[in-house]
């Protein structure tokens, strides 16, 4: 529930409605109103700000999924798929990018600068099977290094999906995870 709520934008919201209470009350001399104002108000605000400045944006969708492949997804989808849709689908917190503990092991993030980006992710039907599609910004990685870890990527995504690693257009790579039947 809280991964689809901004929590940097909640907790600034509440902190500067109680710190700007605090300071109204302050002024008119209410005692009771200024302490909330100040000793919840502000230290919300700041804990607002310090989580806004870490703050990593869900990735979205890039085609809507339909209701058949929702279908597949709760009957076919491996915990990997749910795991990795979910993870990506929310917002993250101290990370450096989605997914970049997974990237660095499979040895696709030699650097942050180098390390590739999911921008977009969508479900799919693949030949009757559910299939999660990754679609990355890898203008520093390019293909062939993507497909020499090809072996690595169907062991560390798990048993029971299928990986196919294409290239739609140049410095973009869309990782897809099919479900096996």
């Known amino acids: 529930m809280f991964g689809k709520i901004s929590l940097g934008t909640l907790g600034l919201t509440i902190g500067s409605i109680l710190t700007l209470t605090g300071f109204i009350a302050y002024a008119n001399s209410n005692a009771t109103l200024n302490l909330v104002g100040f ?17 990593m944006k869900p990735v979205p969708f890039s085609q809507p999924t339909t209701a058949s492949v929702l279908a597949l997804r709760k009957s076919q989808a491996t915990v990997t798929q749910n795991k990795i849709r979910k993870d990506i689908t929310r917002y993250c917190y101290g990370q450096k990018a989605h997914l970049d503990r997974a990237l660095e092991y499979l040895g696709l993030s030699p650097t942050d600068e180098e390390r590739p980006i999911v921008t977009a992710l969508r479900e ?57 039947k």
Do not use: C
Request: aromatic letters at 10%; proline letters at 8%.
């Open 124 to 180: 799919a039907e693949i030949n009757g099977t559910y299939s999660l599609t990754l679609e990355f910004d890898s203008p520093l990685i390019p293909l062939p290094l993507w497909e020499e870890k090809h072996e690595k990527m169907t062991k560390y995504f798990g048993p029971g999906v299928e990986v196919k690693i294409t290239q739609p257009a140049e410095k973009r790579i869309e990782l897809t995870l099919v479900t096996e």
């Open 39 to 55: 000793f919840y108000g502000f230290p919300l605000l700041l804990g607002g700000l310090a989580l806004k400045a870490n703050e």
